[in-house]
Every structure is written in structure tokens, then in C-alpha cells.
């Protein structure tokens, strides 16, 4: 059976040769001017081929040169009726004009013409009258010309032919299309004209649409292609130019199910590309990866699909097979525009920001006024903390694409960070109100209401976000965030819950979650612990390190906090005694918009390295590259961790210390650098870590320049009116028990009043909602004086109206006892079992106050109460309280440092 099949093929190839060289002979002969053996040569080959234009069209030349009109005119309906050059719309004008053609040369004109071949067509035309000639002949006059390159000669002919000849609406067809292509007004009248003559010709309707589509009349574009497919379903190019042209209406679902019909037509067109395109703007990303997918797999459309391939796998999560897609698009296409755009997206996923702005540009300079590239440059621009630059992208975008909600989302979120609050809400608002269906708009809506103390419109937003996209994880995100801004920490628990839900993998929403439930005073300490040990995959070990210590020791921290923040206020005196202990001290910031603390770490630091928009990777490769021996992680759970980075075990010996005060979970994480008040013995079964208990503390405050003079209690001064209390901490740790207890005390010393200062505490909403909270156990609001964030010279300031500072639980104050203390107020503290419930403990006892701190709610409002029962002794305490601080280990830069150099060296050599 094989050998017959050969055998069989074999015979059909030797049949298409002997035909192949029959045509040559015959075309020879031609040449030779031997006419009548190019005829017969060229007749059998089109009787054996028939419909193929190329024999044809040799035997019509021969015809021609022997004077046999009869057998011309019986070939020139035979070429009409074949696959030529001529385009599609142009065939009736051919047909037409053939019809009613006396003239022999003119049949040869338009055999010419079918094969394609327009300047034999115009050469012959010479040999036709020129004196008035009939409608047919100016109309294939005009089709050569159109055809060589001459469209205003080719007007002139068909407006001659429509003159005699107006009813002829492939005539008009003809004008419309040569009045299209030199964007003469005319080209619409035209086409109408023909479709009023002829209402059920598709070629005429498809004419007309691509009139309607060059002037944007896109809905008048679908309305002729709808009509064209009714009269002619089968017409590929027809679903083609209406998947356009839907796609340009914004009808990403009708121009998907276009291509699905063109590809169904046409298997493997290079439009499958296009297909998934759609699908992705069309918000169905998972589609769109099944469609990229299919796409690939054909030639004609791989290099299209690649970029789509890349941005749906992005979109749905696949980080690492993103990068690759998107790396082997500009391998391929290099110049096209979308590939770039594709890998400025998949570096932007992988925390790369520096090459999604690289890649971003590169798109910008082959597509100076695309859109998309406007966009991408503008995203990673915001993100690498240049704020400025990405508004200019976002306004250039928008002014391509006015009222564009996505343009007008970011360049509001790009000036809600730089705290821009009115503009920001301006244009976020007018996104959400264009597209109520955006949810990125929405949650950029909510986290700059929240930014400018506007909370309840937050959770408005965020709330309007979660209808439209219920398992959109970054809005359950911020609704937790909104739930902390007033208090609400089971509301906050429960949100992130489901946004943990929504994205299991993401290692930053899970951090959300722990560092929230720090805060929550229903959880255990054990069971908190237990909630820190379920690390997501995405932040386990990676294998270990080789160690080759350098001399001095290099010490690394990460942080993206080097600027005024507390980890900013609690390193800056250590840095230079480290150093003179013989240390190289290498500060990795992850600072989008630093600021003046910012420039003086960066001075401190022995070397300094910016590493914002720098994937987890390439920041590995960079620590690597300088040696460093111990990298020190100063964030933990907090905004804007590096935990990935330290998952891939990028020194030989890595350690948390004061941004956090729990483990963070992570098996790459060799120690924890704490103390024993804060981690007392016992508790080492909470950590995945080892303990490095720190013998005077783990803090050490550099007090900023800016913080006035203490002054005497203003109870003093206000004479039988009443103590002030105070605190200035994160509005989240003030839960319902503290607020028991706080109400307590208040009762317990009449006249006295609580101050209390929280950024979120500017949205009046958020202040009546405490009040009524207050309310409930009958405290007067007119005791409470509730504040917003009015900056930190102002907050400082603030102290001097406070007599003593009242600390949270189970969550401490950090920062804000630290400022409390220095600003000569005393701190009553509640001591709790968890490690964010002994900061407090541990400070005051560092200043030889530990009396103030409480292990009982009774007892803290006892202690609370004797600080101001006795107001010369209160005085006398606030008076020295500065000088006892100065002298304590909190501030003592240099036991700090001897402390840090023990627990290096003892670091490095337990993990040798």
C-alpha cells in the first residue's frame, strides 16, 4: 500500500512539472513571436488547470498577438472569474466593465490588469481611442490607473464613466475607493451612493465601512459590516473589519466572537493573536492565556501572541513563565511596541520596577504617542517613587485618550503619593464616576481618602469595589485597612482573612494579617504564634549559603524605612560606632521618596545602595556581589517588606531586628535580635528563630533635632480644671478594652481629660464614632479632645499639653513612648504576654521607671492616677526625665553598638 501511494504521488508531481514547463515553453514562444504555438502551448495548460490566472492571462497575450479576437473574448470572462491581483472590492468594477468591452485590446487590458500586471495594462491602453470613450472602457482605464500608482488620473476616468453611465454603482464603488485613499471628501457620498443602487452588494457595504472606519464612525462601521455578513457570511475580511471595529467601540465580547468566526474561517490566521488580545482587554484573562496559547502555535500569528501570552500569564499570577514569554517576544519582535510592554509588565510583577521603566521607554521610542507604552513608563515611574514623572506620562495619556477611567485612575493615585489629597480625589472620583465598574479605581479611591483622613468616604470606596469584584484581594486589603483606621480590629482580622483568601500565595497579604493580629486582644499568644508559623510557600527556604567571611564583617540591613520612621529614629545613632568597631555597614533602601533623615542614614552607613524598583533577585545578586556576611532584616510583617529577598537566602547569615517585634515565620531566617523583657525565657517556642537577647535592650533613639524643650505639666497651669492624659499611637491599638480602661481612669479623676492625636482622627466621622465608643461608658465627649495628624514638629509640640502618657495594649506604643519620654512625660504602661506587649516594659525599666508599668488593668489606672495625684512630685519627674533618658541605654549609642558587635560575632560563629 506505502509503494502505491508513492508511486501515485510521484505521478502527480511529474504532471505539475510537465504543465510547469508546458507554460514556459508556451511564454518562450510568445516572446519568439511565434503566437499561434503559444496558443496551442498555453491551451492545454489552462484546460488542465482551469481557473488559474496565470496561464490564462499567457494565452490572452497570444490570442492578442495573433488577431484571434474570438478565442480572446472567450478567455477574458474566464481571468474575470479567477483568483487575481485585483482587489476583492475592485472585481465587480472588472466584471462589469467586461461585459459590454468590444474592444479586443481592452479585454487585454484587463486580463493584464487580473494577474496584476498595471503597467502592461496602462502601456496597452495607448491602443484604445481616446476620443470618448464608452463607461466601460473608463472604468477599466480608471482601474489600471488606480492600479499603476495614478489615482487622480483614475478619478478623472470613472467620474467620466459615472457620467455616462450614473446608475453604475460599481462605478461609485470605485470613485468611493479611489477618493479613500486620497482622503478626498468624497469617498463617503460615493459608497453610499453605491449601496443605495446596490442594497444587497456586501462588497459595496464593506466599502462603506472602511470609509467609516478611517473617519472613527465605528458604530456606523459595525452597522455595514452586520449587513455585508448577512448578504455574504462566509467573507473572512468582512469578520475581520468588524472585530475591529467592534474592538474600537470598546465591545471586547462582540469582537471576540468575530475572530472566533474569522478563525473558524481561516484556521491558524494570524489574527488568533488578536482573539487573545481581546480577550485580555476585555478583562478575561484566563481566556485570553487559552487563546495566546492556541495562537502560538501558529507561525503566522506567533509573534503577535507572544506579548499577549506574557501579560495574561502575569495577570493570572505565573510571575516566572511571564518573564520568560515576555523575554522571548522581544527576542522575536524586537520592534514591536506591545512586546515591551509586555516584559515592562512581567518586571513589574516581579518587583522589578527599574526594568519595567527600562522596557517601558524602549516601547515609548518605537511608539512615541502609543497610550499603553504613556502608561506603562508612568506605573513604574510612580512606583520608584518619582511621582512627578509619572503625572507628566498619565497627563500625555490622557490628553491621547480623554476621559480614559484607567489613565485617569493612575495619574489620581500617582498624585495621592505625594499627598496631593484634592487633586488626587479629583480625578479618581471622575474615573470611578466614568467607569463605576473599575475596581483599581475604586481601591486608588479609597487609599487616598484614607491618605487625607478621609476614612469614612475609604470605606465607601473599598466597599464599591468588593461589589464589583468580590474576590479582588487587594480590596478585602484595603477594607482591613480602613476597619484599623477606626478601631475596628475583628473587622480588619476578618477582611484580611478573605483577602489571604483570595490570594493564598502572596506573602505580603499574609504579613498584613499577622502584623494586624498583633493588635487584636481576643487571640492567644500562643495562638498568635501559631498564625506567624503558616508561612506561604512563596517565602520558604531556599537553600544555604556559602560562607566566606569577609574581614571586617559586613553587615547589611534592609528596610523600607530609612527616612523619618521609627526604624529611621531607632538606627541612626548606632551606625558610626558600628563602624569604628571595625564594620562595614552596607544600607539597603527600599525608599521611593525619602527625605531628610534619608540623606543623614545615608551619610552614616559605610556604603549605600538604593534598591528601590530592584526585583528580589537582582537584589540578591547585588548583596552577593558586595560580600555581605550578615544581612539584617529591619521590617519584618510591616509595609513593604523584603521577606521574598530573604527567603532566597541572600547572605550567609540573616537576622529580623526592631522593625518587628514577632518572628517572621521564615525558615531563612537564622535569629532574632531582641532582648529578655521583650522575649523572656520560655517564650523561645514562638519563634522559628533563635534568640539573640541584647542585655540592655534592643532599642537605641536618636532624638530628632527638631523636639523642643520639656516643660513643666500643664496641669500646673490650669489650676482645679484637671489632669491632661494622652497618647499619640496608631488609632488600631486602641481597642475596646482599652478604651474600658481608659474610661475608667477618667471616672476615677474627675476634671481630667484625654488627648489623644491619630491621622485618621481628622475624619469626624472616625472622632464621633470614638466619642460615642467613650459614650457608652459614660465619659463626657467633651472630655475627649481628639486630633489629627498635623505633622511630627506639631506632634512633639503636642506633648507639652500632656501631664502623662497613657500606653495601649496588648499592642505597646514604640516610637511614640520613646518621643513621650523624651518630651519629659511619664508613661503608664500594662506589661502583656506577646512580644508587641512588652515594649513598653522593656524601655521604662531601661530608664529606672519600671514602676509604671502595670501588670493588671486595676493597677494601671491606680499608677496612672498617683502620677498626677501629686503635682510637684510630677513636675520634678518631668523636669529630669530627659537627663534619665539621655543617660539610659535607650539613648547610648555606643553600648548599643558593643551589644550589636557581641551578637554579630556570636551569630556568625553559631552558624559556622
Known amino acids: 500500500m506505502e509503494s502505491g501511494n508513492q508511486a501515485s504521488g510521484t505521478g502527480r508531481d511529474n504532471d505539475a512539472q510537465r504543465l510547469e514547463r508546458q507554460l514556459v515553453q508556451a511564454v518562450q514562444a510568445l516572446k519568439g513571436g511565434r503566437s499561434s504555438i503559444a496558443v496551442s502551448l498555453a491551451a492545454g495548460v489552462v484546460s488542465a488547470r482551469p481557473g488559474h490566472p496565470q496561464p490564462l492571462y499567457v494565452m490572452a497575450q497570444a490570442c492578442a498577438q495573433a488577431r484571434d479576437w474570438m478565442r480572446l473574448r472567450s478567455v477574458a470572462p474566464l481571468i474575470a472569474r479567477a483568483e487575481g491581483a485585483v482587489p476583492p472590492a475592485l472585481r465587480p468594477v472588472l466584471s462589469m466593465a467586461l461585459a459590454g468591452a468590444p474592444d479586443p485590446t481592452l479585454t487585454m487590458v484587463a486580463a493584464a490588469l487580473q494577474v496584476g500586471d498595471a503597467a502592461t495594462a ?3 491602453m495607448r491602443g484604445i481611442p481616446a476620443a470618448a470613450p464608452a463607461a466601460d472602457t473608463s472604468l477599466i482605464q480608471a482601474l489600471a490607473l488606480l492600479m499603476a500608482g495614478r489615482p487622480e488620473a483614475a478619478m478623472l476616468r470613472v467620474r467620466h464613466a459615472l457620467a455616462l453611465l450614473p446608475g453604475a454603482a460599481c462605478g461609485w464603488q470605485l470613485l468611493g475607493t479611489i477618493a479613500r485613499g486620497l482622503r478626498h471628501p468624497d469617498a463617503g457620498r460615493a459608497v453610499e451612493r453605491a449601496c443605495r443602487i446596490a442594497p444587497d452588494d456586501p462588497l459595496a457595504c464593506v466599502v462603506l465601512a472602511a470609509v ?158 502609543d497610550r499603553d507604552a504613556l502608561v506603562a513608563l508612568g506605573v513604574a515611574l510612580d512606583g520608584l517613587g518619582r511621582a512627578k514623572a509619572a503625572r507628566d506620562c498619565f497627563s500625555h495619556a490622557l490628553a491621547l485618550t480623554p476621559a480614559e477611567p484607567t489613565i485617569l485612575s493612575n495619574l489620581g493615585a500617582a498624585f495621592a503619593a505625594d499627598r496631593r489629597a484634592e487633586p488626587a480625589l479629583r480625578w479618581l472620583r471622575r474615573a470611578v464616576r466614568l467607569d463605576p465598574g473599575n475596581v483599581e479605581a475604586a481601591n486608588n479611591l479609597a487609599l487616598a481618602c484614607k491618605l487625607s483622613a478621609r476614612v469614612a468616604a475609604a470605606g465607601r470606596a473599598v466597599r464599591h469595589a468588593i461589589a464589583h469584584a468580590p474576590a479582588d484581594a487587594r480590596s478585602w486589603s484595603h477594607l482591613a485597612a480602613v476597619r484599623l483606621a477606626v478601631a475596628d480590629v475583628a473587622g480588619a482580622v476578618a477582611a484580611y482573612r478573605r483577602a489571604v483568601v483570595s490570594a493564598p500565595e502572596d506573602h505580603r497579604l499574609h504579613g498584613n494579617l499577622l502584623l494586624c493580629l498583633n493588635y487584636d486582644p481576643d487571640i492567644t499568644d500562643d495562638a498568635l504564634a501559631a498564625e506567624h508559623r503558616r508561612t506561604p510557600a512563596a517565602v520558604l527556604a531556599a537553600s544555604r549559603f556559602a560562607r566566606t567571611r569577609q574581614a571586617p564583617l559586613r553587615i547589611g540591613f534592609v528596610s523600607p524605612d530609612l527616612r523619618r520612621h521609627p526604624v529611621g529614629y531607632l538606627l541612626r545613632a548606632v551606625l558610626e560606632p558600628l563602624a569604628r568597631r571595625g564594620f562595614a555597614t552596607i544600607g539597603y533602601a527600599d525608599c521611593p521618596r525619602p527625605d531628610d533623615l534619608t540623606a543623614e542614614l545615608e551619610a552614616r552607613f559605610t556604603h549605600w545602595r538604593d534598591s528601590t524598583g530592584e526585583s528580589d533577585p537582582d537584589l540578591a545578586a547585588r548583596i552577593a556581589a558586595d560580600g555581605v556576611d550578615i544581612l539584617i532584616d529591619l521590617a519584618g510583617h510591616t509595609a513593604g517588606n523584603r521577606l521574598g529577598l530573604f527567603a532566597r537566602r541572600a547572605a550567609p547569615v540573616q537576622a529580623s531586628w526592631i522593625g518587628y517585634s514577632h518572628t517572621t515565620g521564615l525558615p531563612a531566617m537564622d535569629f532574632v535580635i531582641t532582648d529578655a523583657d521583650t522575649s523572656p525565657p520560655g517564650t523561645e517556642g514562638w519563634y522559628t528563630e533563635r534568640l539573640v537577647r541584647l542585655p540592655r535592650g534592643r532599642f537605641c533613639y536618636g532624638p530628632p533635632d527638631e523636639a523642643p524643650d520639656p516643660g513643666p505639666p500643664p496641669m500646673l497651669a490650669t489650676a482645679g480644671v484637671g489632669a491632661t492624659f494622652g497618647s499619640f499611637n496608631n488609632l488600631a491599638k486602641v481597642n475596646d478594652e482599652v478604651v474600658a480602661v481608659w474610661s475608667a481612669l477618667l471616672q476615677a479623676c474627675p476634671g481630667a481629660r484625654l488627648l489623644l492625636i491619630w491621622e485618621s482622627l481628622g475624619d469626624p466621622v472616625v472622632a464621633d464614632g470614638l466619642r460615642r465608643r467613650f459614650a457608652a461608658h459614660g465619659v463626657d465627649p467633651s472630655r475627649l479632645d481628639l486630633r489629627g495628624y498635623a505633622g511630627h514638629a506639631a506632634l512633639l509640640r503636642a506633648y507639652g499639653e500632656v501631664d502623662v502618657g497613657l500606653d495601649p495594649f496588648p499592642f505597646c506604643g514604640g516610637l511614640s513612648t520613646l518621643e513621650s519620654l523624651w518630651m519629659g512625660v511619664p508613661v503608664v504602661s500594662l506589661a502583656a504576654g506577646r512580644p508587641a506587649g512588652r515594649q513598653g516594659l522593656q524601655m521604662l525599666r531601661a ?21 498626677v495625684a501629686d503635682p510637684a512630685l510630677l513636675a520634678a519627674e518631668r523636669a529630669g526625665l530627659r537627663a534619665r533618658m539621655a543617660a539610659s541605654s535607650l539613648c547610648d549609642a555606643e553600648g548599643m553598638a558593643d551589644q550589636l558587635a557581641e551578637a554579630f560575632h556570636r551569630m556568625w560563629r553559631d552558624t559556622a
Not at 218 to 242: E, K, M, Q, Y
Not at 339 to 347: D, E, K, V, Y
Open 847 to 867: 530608664i529606672g521607671r519600671a514602676e509604671w508599668v502595670a501588670t493588671e488593668p486595676a493597677g494601671y489606672v491606680a499608677k496612672a492616677r498617683s502620677l
Open 122 to 124: 496602462v502601456a496597452m
Open 212 to 369: 467609516r472606519l478611517d473617519a472613527g464612525r465605528f458604530g456606523a462601521a459595525v452597522s455595514c459590516l452586520r449587513r455585508a455578513l448577512v448578504l455574504s457570511p462566509a467573507d473572512a475580511d468582512s469578520w475581520l473589519n468588524l472585530a475591529t471595529a467592534l474592538r474600537a467601540c470598546g465591545d471586547h465580547a462582540g469582537a471576540a466572537g468575530a475572530y472566533r468566526r474569522l478563525l473558524a474561517l481561516r484556521p491558524g490566521h494570524a489574527q488568533a493573536a488578536d482573539l487573545a488580545a481581546t480577550l485580555f482587554a476585555a478583562g478575561r484573562p484566563d481566556a485570553a492565556l487559552e487563546a495566546a496559547k492556541a495562537a502560538c502555535r501558529s507561525p503566522a500569528a506567533l509573534p503577535r501572541a507572544l506579548p499577549v501570552l506574557a501579560l495574561a500569564l502575569a495577570e493570572t499570577g505565573r510571575h516566572r513563565p511571564s518573564m520568560a514569554a515576555a523575554r522571548l517576544a522581544v527576542a522575536v519582535s524586537p520592534g514591536m511596541p506591545l512586546c515591551w510592554l509586555a516584559l515592562s509588565r512581567a518586571c513589574r510583577a516581579t518587583g522589578d520596577l527599574n526594568g519595567a521603566a527600562a522596557a517601558a521607554r524602549r516601547a515609548r521610542r518605537l511608539a512615541p504617542f
